[in-house]
């Protein structure tokens, strides 16, 4: 069967993208970024997923504000990259899985959690910043490391979903995606964040202490950042710090208990607070199941209970 085996946090601020497409990433000020993301490039080298799951906001590439998808999760077999006023950033297209994504899509939607099913999706920085932060620099004529599932989450509109929708969709997904037949290790990304705010009287507002709370919490306690409601982000985290609550879908994928095997903080990278955490899933995923042990007995018996029903987009 399928398994989640970890779950990423990352901000995916765009002036990182510029700074991967522009060679800066040796220039003082973005080199204390990048460094942080080296042990994170080793640690997914080792790992090897067959997919990811990215969760992200679309920043008005592939939506604007005539259709506002809650949650919309990308079910093709590709998803080019968007022109975000500076022409499409020189990165590979992204290779979907579109069996898996439209087994999740089915899953969750009889969970009762109402996707949009996206047959055809541009993606922007909010899912390729990330992708490189975690896989490195690749040249557009190349090909990202693994097959990659978009979500899509509507942050940028009021209202955004819940932080306890979010955490709850990230159980339902885990259900699907362990339903699945075929033997896939899965990572989960949650990005965006952290503290920023770009407009306004407060512009530039970063609030570490509040940031890393909630990287302690979503290691330890992330049932108490379900309840936190939208208007301690804005006030805490800044407008745009509602973002993190995406990083709760990623950690309801997760077992309760997680191993956090790295965290990285830095501010700022243009206007915002950089977040970063890495938790191992114990029982499904860690470095047993990166070496390619066998699904125990109690996960193999449950493989063989679920018939799971394709799906397929046109
Ligand atoms: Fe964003």
Known sequence: MARIIAGIGSSHVPAIGAAIDNGKTEEPYWKRVFSGFEKSQAWMREAKPDVAIVVYNDHASAFSVEMI????????AQFPPADEGWGPRPVPVVEGHPALASHIAQSVILDEFDLTICN???????????????FGKIDKNSHWPCPVIPLAVNVVMYPPPTGHRCYMLGKAIRKAVESYPDDLKVVIFGTGGLSHQISGPRAGLINSKWDKSFLDNLSKAPRKLAKIPHVDYMREAGAEGIE?????????????KVDEVYRFYTVPAS??????????NRKRGGKAARKGKPATAKHKRAAARAKPTQVRGR
């Open 120 to 134: 055809k999706m541009e993606v922007d920085h909010g899912m390729t910043v990330p992708m490189n932060l975690l």
């Open 271 to 280: 206007n915002t607070a950089v977040g970063h955490i890495i938790l191992e």
């Open 69 to 76: 998808p809650t949650f919309a999760l990308g079910c093709a």
């Open 244 to 256: 993190m609550v995406m990083w709760l879908i990623m950690r309801g994928a997760l077992d309760d």
